[in-house]
């Protein structure tokens, strides 16, 4: 399925974000991107289970999230009615799905590819990059297939919801209702009273007083503030700017050499699979001189890498993440890792093949 998005190669990335990715990986889609047990579900639509793994995954992840947003402030409350929540929503998704499906209502394979190529997050200089969108989907141990097969659902579900939220209308007499409510006018009497004729009348102790206090402390909340001095300047007020020297373009770039550094970058091969058993019984063999590329392509579950021997392509430190990075930074030409455990239940192994040492940009190279 949407071949020609895999195969549109771009240049490689300097960085990613993963959390920029707004996608539905975890609603029943997710079966498609990790083979796991489901002798189990959290509920049952139209005759259809749903997978408790994928709840508890997507649960994981939601946990993760507002764990890291609130810090101290996320309670056992919070939990829980995250729990409820996902439940209901899995459950109305599921609906949806089968509605849309008795309907015969269809996402073109376009649209998707549409969607996935005006995603920010797999852009590079403003357009879309296959490197960064392979990356992205293999460091959160999904496959393109997979991953493209979500967005399809995620888009026939919209229709529904579209078509229903157009649909709606308003007969004549709530139109008529609304118009007396807007145009009616009301006579009203009040009294206002000043609280400081009141005060000598009124006696609060201090334990009252800090009992309110406590019982309210988010009242007593202020947001933070800042105090600056600032300049405004107009371009009438300022003279004509003079064209800088040459000292004061090399003094620009001295003072600002990172903008001119290309990082260190490695290349690797990589095998990607869930059971750690079978992890170690590959890495048995490769030490026993069994090939690398033979191996990961009969077992590596990451099929963007898989069919290339377990070529990733050149990185840079930060872009597969930190478990990843430790092992493959350490490593000279050659070496194969142990087996290294990822925060997504999965585990590598890793060869390095090359290495493109830090270089910097000559200053006669980006003077101009």
Known sequence: MLSAIRNKSKGWVAYLIVGLITVPFALFGIQDYVSRSANNSI????????????????LNSQQRNLQQQLGAAYTQEI????????????????????????LDIVTL?????????????????GEF?????TQLLRLNSYSPAGYELAQLKSLTREQIK?????????SSIQIDQLNDL?????????????????????????????????????????????KVDFVELTL?????????????????????????????????????????????DLLEQINQGADFAELAKANSEDSSSSEEGGDLGFFEKELM????????FAMNIGDVSDVVATDYGYFHIIKLTDIEAETMQAFNEVEE
């Open 129 to 133: 990059s296959q490197d960064r969108y």
């Open 162 to 170: 579209r078509n229903l939220s157009g649909s709606a209308f308003m």
């Open 79 to 102: 939990d829980d009615a995250i729990k409820q929540t996902l439940i209901e929503s899995m459950i109305n998704e599921k609906l949806i799905e089968n509605y849309a499906n008795s």
């Open 321 to 328: 993440g930190a478990e990843f990075d430790e092992a493959a």
């Open 236 to 280: 009438g007020s300022m003279d004509e700017p003079e064209s800088p020297t040459n000292d004061d373009l090399q003094n620009l770039y001295d003072d600002n050499a990172d903008l001119y550094t290309n990082l260190e970058r490695r290349r690797a091969q990589h095998i990607l699979v869930e059971s750690e058993e079978l992890a170690n």
């Open 109 to 125: 394979d376009d649209e998707v590819k549409s969607v996935i190529e005006l995603n920010q997050a797999f852009s590079v200089d």
């Open 43 to 58: 509920a049952t639509v139209d005759g259809e289970d749903i997978d408790i793994n994928i709840y508890y995954q997507e």
């Open 182 to 226: 807007a145009s009616q006018q009301r006579e009203i009497s009040y009294i206002a009273l000043n609280t400081k004729n009141y005060l000598d009348q009124v006696s609060v102790s201090e334990d009252q007083i800090l009992d309110y206090f406590n019982e309210n402390r988010s009242s007593f909340i202020e947001g933070r503030k800042v």
